[in-house]
């Protein structure tokens, strides 16, 4: 189209430092959000190993390759790194920072030394749950929910895993903080709130979840921690304290963090499927305001961890029914997604491919969900690998198959290069093919009564066991497959245009990569952000 | 320098540094709310107990601090108009003042805690395993929220001294003060819940 105009992208080196200082002292949004990017594949790769340690364990009954205490330490690393270091912040620090500030129209976030201070902080809060592995008396082995009684009174290095995860509470609360405040008073002349793309509109949300229940975790945390030191008593029967109540305090907090997780994941989506659709989304209103219904409802609906725990039958029935009722706004969300590609011009492009893979994997994950959150079904499948095979389809198969479409969608934008799209489509396949072979038979196998977290299993599960684990296999080699096709394309790839899907937000009227200021005259926005026909 | 000024003008957004700094206010008062929540259930469960806990505090340190708190509160809040209305020196002065406010407010507290270790009464101790369960809890309580907000005092103190020396910088100046606005806010906050605390821990009895 228009020929390129000499520039400086935020790629080069501009600051007061060179190499590495040059980076680790930037402001930029998009710098920063690649150092996030970096961070978070990096601890990825580590909780993936560890997943893939247990599933070897579980190839035969028995022992396989370790004992019982190491398999718990495992299985609460990789919940602690997945959970509060890699799909917590995962889209919103990542593409969150990378975009949300140029798709409104801006040049940087509303507080960009906060910013960058908060990807220190989950720097902080990364080591300590690092470091809580190899220090101390062993890794924790309480699961990541660190449940009381058990947490209050094991051994192992519960302090210091709980401390970082409190540090990197402390670091979600920042970026919330810092997007709510963007998206308020940094949205581009003319871009009212109806004509915001709704990636900034699922970061809205899940902003405001972020702010108003990591608060919770944090006391709670803290407690936890102050249980363990000084003997306070909240959570200890025999001092009056209950357990319970750790649990109800620690879920008002994590049922709400599966939407810091989920949101932006459908965020993505919404963007990813008018671009390759070439039409306008279906909708735009409900999807907008279906994001602050999930959060607002998910606020109100921890309960329904605890079915099994000890509550009245009043609060248990309450909880059930508003589980049921969050269904609604996601399912809004589908609906949607689908009406949007009726009759719309599809280019079966990555993206897409692992958008179409999202939806599918995010409707099994959802209709089960619903199964746990009837009381009388929840009661039978309760702790088993049911449960399991639940939460990776919504957090592996929602939010990291959507880190994954928002890579490849991304990617030409992020570096100005392009991947080899036979090569990524291969991937996106071997992915969806492991994935489905890795966690469907859980499903089976929780529903015979194959219990999680045991690192044994009697011998009539072993089918099941051992097709999972080829699934995670199969998962593996799909994963590096993709990453090696990325890395080549970064280095070896050819240019990438300016806009290479025909996307319409304004991340795509700027050159590839962006330059340092997003814009060089701020953009005026008339229209409406999927304006295809 | 002025061209220094003028690029700090550009990105400037008092509105925004306020909104921001009035949802980090909300991200601690939830913070303590879940210790409010904690509150709540255990004293609906141990009443008497609770009762017991309540009359080994002491209520005439308690209002001291009380006092203190208001008063310091009343100080930022003056140094505040009057860096608006030009007075650098007074403004640091009265900065200083809620610096040494919330000090002897610390030194109070001191003596509180050292009293009651004095006692035996701290969380774990001999003498107050002994006790009923909710006066148990009740006393971890005390610590717990007592301590968390000890915390924030020192915070306090610190961001304030930041605010002076920013102000004897001029970094803050009669036309650009919302970071003392907002450092004045946060020292608020910490007013307010001890406004909160001082009556759940020592005036329900």
């Known amino acids: ?533 | 320098m002025s061209d220094v000024a003028l690029k700090h003008d550009e990105h400037r957004d008092d509105i925004g540094a306020k909104l921001g700094m009035w949802l980090f206010i909300f991200t601690e008062l939830l913070l303590f709310g879940g210790l409010f929540l904690v509150y709540a259930v255990y004293r609906n469960i141990y009443p008497e107990d609770f009762h017991l806990g309540a009359l080994q505090l002491n209520v005439t340190l308690g209002t001291l601090n009380t006092v203190v708190l208001l008063i310091s509160s009343m100080t930022v809040a003056m140094s505040i108009t009057a860096i608006q209305k030009g007075n650098r020196k007074l403004s640091m002065q009265l900065v200083l003042l809620t610096v040494l406010l919330a000090f002897v407010f610390l030194v109070n507290k001191y003596f509180e805690w050292g009293a009651k270790f004095e006692h035996d009464l701290y969380p774990g101790s001999d003498l107050v395993l002994q006790f009923k369960r909710g006066t148990i809890i009740f006393f971890g309580l005390y610590f717990f929220m007592t301590g968390l907000h000890m915390f924030h005092v020192i915070v306090g103190m610190v961001v304030l001294m930041v605010m002076w020396f920013k102000l004897k910088n001029k970094t803050i100046n009669p036309d650009d003060n919302v970071l003392l606005e907002n450092g004045g806010l946060y020292w608020h906050l910490v007013d307010l819940i001890w406004i909160f605390l001082f009556p759940l821990l020592y005036l329900i009895t």
Request: charged share 10%; net charge positive.
């Open chain 1, 1 to 533: 189209m228009t020929t390129t105009v000499p520039y400086k992208s935020y790629l080069e080196p501009h600051g007061k430092y060179r190499g590495l200082l040059d980076w680790l002292t930037s402001t930029d949004h998009k710098r920063i959000g690649l150092m996030y990017m970096y961070a978070i594949g990096a601890f990825f790769m580590i909780g993936v190993i560890l997943g893939l340690l247990m599933r070897i364990e579980l190839f035969s009954p028995g022992e396989t390759i370790m004992g019982p205490q190491t398999y718990n330490g495992i299985f609460t690393v990789h919940g602690v790194i997945m959970i509060f270091m890699v799909v917590i912040p995962g889209l919103s620090a990542v593409f969150g920072n990378l975009f949300m500030p140029i798709m409104i129209g801006a040049k940087d976030v509303a507080f960009p030394r906060l910013n960058l201070f908060s990807w220190y902080i989950f720097i902080v809060g990364a080591i300590l749950a690092v470091l809580s592995q190899f220090t101390g008396n062993g890794p924790p082995d309480t699961g990541w929910t660190f449940y009381a009684p058990y947490s209050t009174q094991t051994g192992t290095n519960v302090i210091m895993a709980v401390t970082a995860a409190f540090v990197l509470g402390f670091s979600s609360i920042l970026t919330g903080l810092n997007f709510i405040v963007t998206i308020h008073r940094m949205r581009a002349p003319g871009m009212t709130w109806f004509k915001m793309p709704l990636f900034p509109w699922a970061l809205y949300s899940t902003a405001w979840i972020q702010l108003l229940a990591t608060p919770i975790v944090g006391i709670t945390l803290l407690m936890l921690i102050a249980e363990r030191l000084f003997r306070i008593g909240f959570f200890d029967p025999a001092l009056g304290g209950d357990p319970i109540l750790f649990q109800h305090l620690f879920w008002i907090y994590s049922h709400p963090a599966v939407y810091v997780m989920i949101l932006p994941a459908m965020g993505v989506i919404t963007e990813i499927i008018p671009t390759f659709c070439q039409r306008k989304v279906f909708g735009y209103k409900a999807i907008a305001l279906s994001s602050i219904a999930i959060a607002g409802v998910g606020y109100l609906v921890w309960g329904h961890h605890m079915f099994t725990s000890g509550m009245s039958f009043t609060a248990r029935w309450v909880f059930s029914f508003l589980t049921f009722i969050v269904a609604v706004p996601s399912a809004i969300k589908v609906f949607n997604w689908v009406a949007t590609m009726y009759k719309g011009s599809i280019a079966l492009k990555t993206p897409f491919l692992y958008s179409v893979a999202f939806i599918f994997l995010f409707m099994i994950g959802g209709l089960t969900g619903l199964s746990l959150g009837s009381l009388a079904t929840d009661v039978h499948v309760h702790d088993t690998a049911y449960v399991v095979a639940h939460f990776h389809y919504i957090i592996f198969g929602g939010m990291g198959f959507a880190f994954f479409a928002a890579l490849h969608y991304w990617f030409p934008k992020m570096y100005g290069k392009m991947y080899n799209e036979r090569v990524a489509d291969i991937a996106s396949l071997i992915i969806f093919i492991g994935f489905n072979i890795l966690y469907f038979p859980q499903f089976v196998l929780g529903l015979q009564g194959m219990p999680r977290r045991y690192f044994d299993y009697l011998p009539q599960f072993e089918t099941g066991e051992i097709l999972s684990t080829i699934g995670g296999f199969i998962l593996f080699a799909g994963l590096i497959l993709m990453i090696g096709n990325l890395i080549r394309g970064h280095s070896k790839g050819k240019q990438a245009p300016e806009n290479p899907w025909g996307g319409k937000t304004l991340e795509w009227t700027i050159p590839s990569p962006p330059p340092i200021e997003n814009f060089d005259t701020p953009p005026v926005v008339r229209k409406e952000p999927y304006d295809y026909e």
